[in-house]
């Protein structure tokens, strides 16, 4: 499956590699903050971008192609992203360089259930504006987090992603759980997935690393840990978009809160940036608040607003170059979320 999409997708990481931004290392080892990039690494973002148009045009319904992940938009929240005052020096970098009060949007999803009440993932995907500086890649003056509900993402590397994608769009995802290879993988898959009463009261992580600032060798991950005071309540009549209704309830109560957090990779064996299923021990590297994400009482529930919130898009590597993406994972997703974005909203215009 060869896609013209996928092709120029495929030419952007083979710049990015010749550019020098992908440090490679032959030892096994990697450094601390290094990466170390796979030569089939283009072929792969260009197969998964030809899988994932296959699979959400096949998903489309009433004219509208869906997201492969995050398919259920929950809300979109204007929101603040308050940075904290007084930040040591190891974290005052970029977006977090100085203290105050940014515009943003939260997005909240369910990954894959259509129904509030089943269990699923849940993502969180945050856009902070205003932000001075000029990002790796999208518009000026934004800073995108995407973030999900469990820490270990269930795939370790490119290739492990596009195994999943690939079965599911031969409509054959047996063949994954049975590999025993991908032991690991369905374990998370399966035991990620909660039950919960509202997107505001749950935690969530970026699962990958990212940068922090100018020095190569260092490499955090994010957290958006959840201090929404009034916690959320299932309605025993429940229906299947009942998180709008306790958000809503929620908001009138008081505002959404998510402390942003930061945490330091220490041991780059114990935490690898290559291997995005691995959640780096707290015990050994504590995160860091770095800032405030508040939500405060609005409508965000009206057609107009869902449809809105449907159209909104993002990319980890709507970044400053102090936040740049690391490892694997991320280094595929620039293209995939550019491709498969562009590709869902044009298909869904017609
Ligand atoms: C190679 C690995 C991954 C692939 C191929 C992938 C693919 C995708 C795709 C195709 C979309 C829909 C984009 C669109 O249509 O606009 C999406 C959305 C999303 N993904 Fe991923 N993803 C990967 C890893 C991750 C990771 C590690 C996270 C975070 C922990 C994540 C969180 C999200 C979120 C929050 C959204 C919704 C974005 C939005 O609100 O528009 N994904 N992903």
């Not at 959400?56 to 869906?66: D, Q």
């Not at 469990?150 to 370790?156: D, E, I, K, T």
């Amino acid at each position: 499956m060869t896609s013209s999409t996928g092709r120029v997708a495929a030419t952007r990481v083979i710049m990015l590699a010749a550019a020098g931004l992908l440090s490679s290392c032959t030892d096994g080892g990697l450094a601390p903050g290094a990466e170390r990039s796979n030569a089939n690494e283009a072929e792969i973002t260009e197969r998964m971008i030809a899988a994932i148009e296959e699979i959400t045009l096949a998903r489309a319904e009433n004219g509208v192609v869906p997201r492969l992940n995050q398919a259920k938009s929950l809300g979109c929240f204007n929101a603040e992203f308050t940075v904290e005052e007084n930040l040591p020096a190891h974290l005052r970098h970029g977006l977090f360089a100085q203290p105050g009060t940014h515009p943003g949007l939260v997005r909240f999803a369910n990954a894959s259930a259509a129904d509030d009440r089943d269990k699923d993932f849940r993502g969180m995907s945050i856009k902070v504006f205003e932000v001075d500086g000029e990002p790796l890649w999208g518009e000026a003056g934004q800073q995108d987090f995407l973030m999900n509900s469990h820490p270990a993402l269930f795939a370790s590397n490119p290739d492990e992603f596009l195994s999943f994608i690939d079965a599911t769009a031969d409509d054959a995802l047996w063949k994954f759980f049975i590999n025993p290879l991908n032991r690991d993988s369905v374990a998370i898959l399966l035991n990620g997935r909660e039950a919960i009463n509202s997107p505001f009261d749950i935690d969530y992580w970026s699962t990958t690393p990212f940068r922090l600032g100018p020095d190569n060798r260092v490499a955090i991950k994010y957290a958006a840990l959840s201090c929404t005071a009034l916690p959320g309540e299932q309605p025993e009549n429940a229906d299947a978009d009942f998180f709008r209704t306790v958000m809503q309830q929620q908001l009138a109560g008081g505002q959404a809160c998510f402390d942003f957090m930061v945490q330091h990779q220490q041991d780059p064996d114990a935490m690898p940036v290559e291997d995005a299923s691995v959640v780096w021990d707290e015990a050994d590297a504590p995160y860091q608040k770095v800032a405030t994400i508040t939500i405060a009482n609005q409508e965000f529930s009206s057609a107009a607003a869902m449809q809105a919130c449907d159209s909104q898009r993002f990319n980890p590597w709507q970044a400053l170059p102090e936040h740049r993406p690391l490892g694997g994972i991320n280094r595929v997703r620039q293209a995939v979320y550019s491709e498969a974005g562009e590709f869902r909203l044009q298909q869904s215009q017609r």
